[in-house]
């Protein structure tokens, strides 16, 4: 037998067994027996290297560390399920799907919501080509080679399989492994998870795939995305294609007709859930023709055809011992209930946020009462209800105002109501210091402006930052630029809580944290990346994921401060939002009369006219729904203000000028496009290159080139590094060009 065809066979053995084990649970030969296969197939391809395959079950090991994730777009969009949580909802979802499906009896599919990490897997011609990451729904992360070393996951189909299939599904730790490696990490002194969840998740963010190797993850598939080769017209052939393919799905599985049907497999689930082997919330409703998914279609967040019923979470009994209210970095005033202690979801909880006055009066929540706490989202604290029959009788509704003294409690400044009548059945209420100076306001935006997250710099937690703002040093993030390692050192903070149980004297923050600080503060200057400056000016609903989207768009700062294209967003939100009211279907305000209807009509198709003109000036800017219409305007509104002036100002007086670390002139797709040298054309990159992918990817795009993830007919070049291995052997098969670094640098000139 030839080393090729060894090789092929012991691959085909040993994927066999890893699925009659890890799968099926039925293995045919010992331990020892795989092991002595195991290592004859890393003999035989350390010898043949020219064979090299990345499906190969020795990569189930894991390979050498990347240098970062790359992106990926998906073959479709990979939404969100919408949520529900009564049997209303519920009801009111299968009356939908009677309504615009026209049909009385509706069959759909009831299956766990597995609380994993959502990932999509791409198999061309039945082996793995990719697998990625959610992401922003459009893109995710490149994480094949992690997903290799989950046993269950197989590398390649078996059975009959259509030419290109995109499974989604969930990535997860069950629940017995989650418990055994806290156990190691504890033993060894490390840090344990908080949650199954978060394990999953920083498990498949390693860039050494030798490490997730170590880590007990699993796969459960659940959706099927785009498949060509092959039709299927039901949930039911979907399940039999993973049967066939040898992929794990979702299970238990019901199948129901009629609403009631339906309900009762959900009650049926909430019981069984506690004896799955991973963590559930609740129950994923699903049309179980694909045809009519299709018929139904989807927003553009969701499908239509499908809502996840989420079960309660626990809850418990506890006393409301006083209610405290803590200051936010805006200003904002939120109370926070102090709780007996009591367990939920297998943590003590002793705090709970009461989220605004609003949220108080319409719970009628006092100090002293008796209330059932509960974790929204299985993860934050917070008080459901009031057992009114508990009582204290000399238990008074609760005043913000009156509880404070009509003082913010960090400053003892004056507080100001405000009410957002957005929701004019349920306005919020809201209190906020109205100082400017107030120094909680200032700690807290000092803290962000230094978290890792954000400008990562070192040595300036809360309690120095207390410090820094009670002595005058910084009032503001700009300030820290001005600071003099002199000045640091001699700050005095608070005694420290010695190892007897007394206190310290006061203690100087000295001359080598300070010295470490500035050096800190002073390399931000240039070495942290826009984004990360924009995350740490703290600008409302402006997050990590919004904040890379911003820098996405714009090179500098002063950019941003000036964007055509966020005020582009903000202009089709507020068209949006004309056209909505003005429409001659909206419910809340319809037309008095014919008259006005044709004159609502009119306007109505006036400004769809006006809103599709202003999409297609953004669309090449293929904008992430994390930079959606809230944060748009929060971004205009801050750079308008008087603090955001102020703090341009700052900024440019200090000679700031941190810049873009994944822009993307996108501009120059709407202008002249046809000017760029790359312009039109589809490269693949694969293989060990001089400079990381990502850096290619980046030179690509900019001169007017697209990048995917796999070869295929439509790919342009495929730039290969050494080795290449399939992907080289595809473009070879398909006719595509093959080129190297020199010369692509020759294409760019």
Request: glycine letters at 6%; aromatic letters at 6%.
């Given at each position: ?89 519920v ?10 499906l ?44 992690n ?61 050494d ?23 299927l ?40 859930r ?8 609740g ?103 009031v ?19 009509g ?61 820094l ?65 924009i ?34 967003i ?9 056209r ?107 293989g ?12 690509i ?24 291995g ?24």
């Amino acid at each position: 037998m030839s080393p090729d065809q060894k090789i092929l066979e012991l691959r085909c053995l040993l994927e066999r067994h890893n699925r009659l084990y890890y799968v099926e649970a039925s293995p045919e030969i010992t331990d020892r027996e795989y092991d002595r296969m195991f290592r004859e197939l890393e003999e035989l391809e350390a010898l043949h290297p020219e064979l090299d395959d990345p499906n190969s079950p020795t990569r189930r090991v894991g390979g050498a560390p990347l240098e970062g994730f790359e992106q990926v777009r998906h073959p479709a969009p990979m939404l969100s399920i919408d949520d529900v949580f009564t049997e209303e909802e519920v009801r009111e979802f299968y009356q939908r799907l009677q309504k615009n499906l026209a049909q009385d009896r509706i069959t759909v599919t009831i299956e766990p919501k597995i609380d994993g990490v959502a990932t999509s897997l791409v198999y061309r011609d039945g082996a793995l080509d990719y697998g990625a990451t959610r992401g922003d729904g459009l893109t995710g992360d490149d994480v094949t080679a992690n997903l290799r070393t989950i046993p269950t996951l197989p590398l390649v189909l078996t059975g009959t399989h259509p030419a290109l299939l995109e499974i989604r599904g969930e990535v997860f730790m069950p629940d017995e492994a989650f418990g055994r490696l806290n156990e190691e990490r504890h033993d060894a002194g490390l840090q344990t998870f908080a949650n199954p969840r978060n394990a999953t998740a920083g498990t498949l963010k390693q860039l050494d795939s030798r490490a997730v190797a170590e880590r007990p993850l699993d796969f459960i598939a659940h959706g099927l995305g785009v498949i060509e080769g092959l039709e299927l017209e039901t949930e039911e052939d979907f399940r039999s294609l993973l049967s066939s393919a040898s992929i794990p799905s979702n299970k238990p599985l019901w199948t129901a007709n009629t609403l009631d049907e339906v309900l009762s497999a959900i009650s049926e689930l909430e019981h069984l859930r506690f004896d799955l082997p991973y963590a559930t919330d609740g129950a994923v409703i699903k049309v179980a023709s694909l045809l009519d998914r299709s018929a139904l279609g989807a927003t553009s967040r969701a499908p239509r055809w499908a809502v996840a019923f989420k079960y309660p979470p626990e809850q418990k009994p506890t006393r409301l011992l006083d209610i405290t209210v803590q200051v936010g970095r805006s200003g904002i005033l939120t109370p926070v209930a102090e709780l007996e202690p009591v367990s939920l979801s297998g943590t003590t909880v002793s705090r709970a946020t009461l989220h605004n006055e609003s949220f108080i009066h319409e719970r009628d929540i006092r100090i002293g009462d008796t209330i059932l706490a509960h974790k929204s989202g299985e993860i934050i604290p917070e008080v459901l209800r009031v057992i009114k029959e508990n009582r204290p009788p000399d238990a008074t509704p609760f005043s913000m105002s009156d509880h404070l003294g009509g003082k913010c409690p960090a400053c003892e400044g004056s507080i100001v109501q405000r009410i957002n009548s957005d929701n004019k059945e349920r306005p919020v209420i809201t209190w906020w210091c109205e100082n400017p100076l107030c120094s909680k306001k200032a700690v807290a935006t000092l803290t962000h402006f230094a978290q890792r997250k954000a400008l990562d710099l070192e040595g300036l937690g809360e309690s120095v930052a207390i410090k820094l703002v009670a002595s005058g040093l910084a009032l503001s993030p700009l300030d820290l630029f001005s600071i003099k390692t002199g000045d640091l050192a001699d700050l005095l903070l608070d005694p420290a809580r010695l190892q007897t149980g007394e206190e310290s004297k006061p203690r100087r923050f000295g001359d080598k944290k300070a010295k470490l600080l500035v050096d800190s503060i002073n390399e931000s200057k240039a070495g942290q990346p826009l984004s990360r400056w924009i995350f740490a000016m703290g600008i409302p609903q402006i997050g990590e994921s919004a904040s890379r989207e911003v820098s996405r768009l714009h090179e500098t700062l002063p950019d941003v401060a000036s964007s055509e294209i966020l005020g582009v967003i903000c202009q089709i939100a507020d068209l949006e939002e004309e056209r909505k009211n003005v429409s001659p279907q909206n419910r809340d305000r319809p037309p008095r009369d014919d008259t006005e209807r044709k004159r609502r009509k009119i306007r109505h198709d006036e400004l769809k006219t006006e809103i599709t003109e202003l999409e297609n000036t953004i669309a090449a800017f293929e904008i992430s729904p994390d930079l959606g219409p809230v944060a748009s305007r929060n971004l205009v509104a801050f750079f308008a203000s008087a603090p955001g002036r102020e703090f341009m100002n700052q900024f440019a007086d200090l000679g700031l000028s941190p810049r873009s670390d994944n822009f993307l002139p996108r501009p120059s797709e709407l202008k002249s496009s046809d000017s760029l040298v790359l312009a039109g054309q589809i490269f693949v990159i694969t293989g060990s290159l001089s400079r990381p992918r990502s850096a290619y990817k980046e030179i690509i795009e900019k001169n007017g080139g697209k990048v995917t993830g796999s070869v295929s007919k439509s790919t342009t070049y495929l730039l290969v590094g050494e080795g290449g291995g399939s992907k080289r052997d595809k473009a070879d098969s398909l006719g595509v060009g093959i080129i190297s670094e020199d010369q692509l640098n020759s294409m760019l000139g």
